[in-house]
């Protein structure tokens, strides 16, 4: 899998966008993108995904370079609950030899506040 | 569906005592994943699956041992606990279906303490 690179923290303000940052200028052809979030203590929880094109859930918005060397997770109207370590990694989907181990950087620790 | 569930969830132990970790998923993954915490750290993936009977080592392996004799369950070994151990180990699965989002799903920890 490729690695990646995400600054170890942010500060956002309640109501305004958190845009966080990820370079992953080693993804290869076949790789997609995912972010989770894990909050307090808890088990990361998965975001969103993409692979070449800008993708939005209820969450989230992911978007992905045209070279596909970097992406940004957007939450549109953080809340204090956003506060968490976002994670971001890239892997294949075919899951076969290395594509199977899963590895997570030390992602970015964001801060909503008031 | 319980999705992933680790057992137990904490545990303190004493150095040189052995213990297992176990990992059960009923949504039919076939990879699976053992993670380890340390404070204010990211995840260290330490062994992983991608199928019954086999394991394979992650970033962390040394002291710790596997095995995933049923596709369900993951378990994850410590034959001489040392403090250094001490972590939040996270379990997680994932599906080799295309089809799906590729999402891992991820336990709610298990909190070890060796003292």
């Known amino acids: 899998d490729a690695k990646t690179t995400q600054p170890p923290s942010m500060d956002c303000a309640e109501g305004r966008a958190a845009n966080l940052p990820c370079n992953h200028s080693?993804?290869?052809?076949?790789?997609?993108v995912y972010w989770y979030r894990q909050i307090h203590s808890q088990g990361p929880q998965y975001i969103i995904h993409g692979l070449k094109n800008n993708e939005t859930n209820e969450m989230a918005s992911l978007i992905i370079t045209e070279d596909r060397k970097s992406s940004t997770l957007i939450l549109p109207h953080a809340t204090l609950r956003d506060t968490a370590v976002y994670y971001c990694i890239v892997r294949g989907q075919k899951y076969t030899g290395t594509a199977s181990k899963l590895t997570f950087g030390t992602g970015t620790r964001l801060q909503v506040t008031l | 569906n319980a999705g992933v569930t680790q057992t137990p969830k904490f545990r303190v132990l004493k150095t040189g005592q052995s213990m297992t970790l176990l990992c059960a998923q009923d949504?039919?993954?076939?990879?699976m994943y053992w993670y380890r915490q340390d404070p204010g750290m990211g995840l260290r993936l330490i062994h992983y699956s991608v199928g019954e009977g086999t394991t394979a080592k992650g970033e962390v392996p040394d002291g710790y041992n596997v095995s995933r004799l049923k596709k369900q369950n993951f378990l994850l070994g410590l034959e001489s606990a040392a403090p250094s151990q001490t972590s939040v180990y996270f379990c997680?699965?994932?599906?080799?279906?295309?089809?799906?989002?590729?999402?891992?799903?991820f336990g709610e920890g298990s909190r070890l303490t060796v003292l």
């Open positions: 949504m039919n993954h076939e990879y």
């Open positions: 997680a699965s994932l599906t080799r279906r295309l089809a799906d989002t590729g999402e891992l799903f």
């Open positions: 080693t993804i290869s052809g076949n790789e997609y």
